[in-house]
T-cell receptor, first 112, second 111 residues
Framework: EAGVTQFPSHSVIEKGQTVTLRCDPI?????LYWYRRVMGKEIKFLLH????????ESGMPNNRFLAERTGGTYSTLKVQPAELEDSGVYFC??????????FGPGTRLTVL | KQEVTQIPAALSVPEGENLVLNCSFT??????LQWFRQDPGKGLTSLLL???SQREQTSGRLNASLDKSSGRSTLYIAASQPGDSATYLC??????????WGAGTKLIIKP
């Protein structure tokens, strides 16, 4: 069974540009989560989807971040426009019901 | 507001030793607690999941305990090996289904 996959693995963009991160959860997992770790800080929750609905987006830092999960399968996280403080590693996780979360390898975002 | 603390921040021990990593949390109203490992430049690998009703979980040389009332969990690694070198993270799941994370313990096992 394939695990959680994320694309791209690395992204380097300039301040003001737009970047879209993608996450493909484990097949059959209705719950999908986004987290991020910025330099020197703990991993922080961003948002949680149940199927295509946003269950909790309390961790989204501001309206430059937009997450979607059309059709309840893969999810995208768009940052527009990117700022320097958005640099970090963005992790996606999925779970069956509300149990153990399985993580993808992460996308390392660098904003110059 | 739930806060998770991991002590120590870094640990270096000789190969073969048994060791304990600590995780504490401020709010005992958790649903479960997960221990993860992260290798440099890699993703997060789930090691053990302890439900709030459980006291411990074991997988191979790893044993995780949970004392909800005191807000503590420990990860015990037996007979450490150089391949155990990594950053170990604990995270608690709250009522909103979010994982709240500690900063991690960086473990180095010296051959």
């Amino acid at each position: 069974e394939a695990g959680v996959t994320q694309f791209p693995s690395h992204s380097v963009i300039e301040k003001g540009q737009t970047v879209t991160l993608r996450c493909d959860p484990i097949s059959g997992h209705d719950n999908l989560y986004w987290y991020r770790r910025v330099m020197g800080k703990e991993i922080k929750f961003l948002l949680h989807f149940v199927k295509e609905s946003k269950q909790d987006e309390s961790g989204m830092p501001n309206n430059r971040f937009l997450a979607e999960r059309t059709g309840g399968t893969y999810s995208t996280l768009k940052v527009q426009p990117a700022e320097l403080e958005d640099s970090g590693v963005y992790f996606c996780a999925s779970s069956q019901v509300y149990n153990e979360q399985f993580f993808g390898p992460g996308t390392r975002l660098t904003v110059l | 507001k739930q806060e998770v603390t991991q002590i120590p921040a870094a640990l270096s021990v000789p190969e073969g030793e048994n060791l304990v990593l600590n995780c504490s949390f401020t709010d005992s109203a958790i649903y479960n607690l997960q221990w993860f490992r992260q290798d440099p430049g890699k993703g997060l690998t789930s090691l053990l999941l302890i439900q709030s009703s459980q006291r411990e979980q074991t997988s191979g040389r790893l044993n995780a305990s949970l004392d909800k009332s005191s807000g503590r969990s420990t990860l015990y690694i037996a007979a450490s090996q150089p391949g155990d070198s990594a950053t170990y993270l604990c995270a608690v799941r709250d009522s909103n289904y979010q994982l709240i994370w500690g900063a991690g313990t960086k473990l180095i096992i010296k051959p």
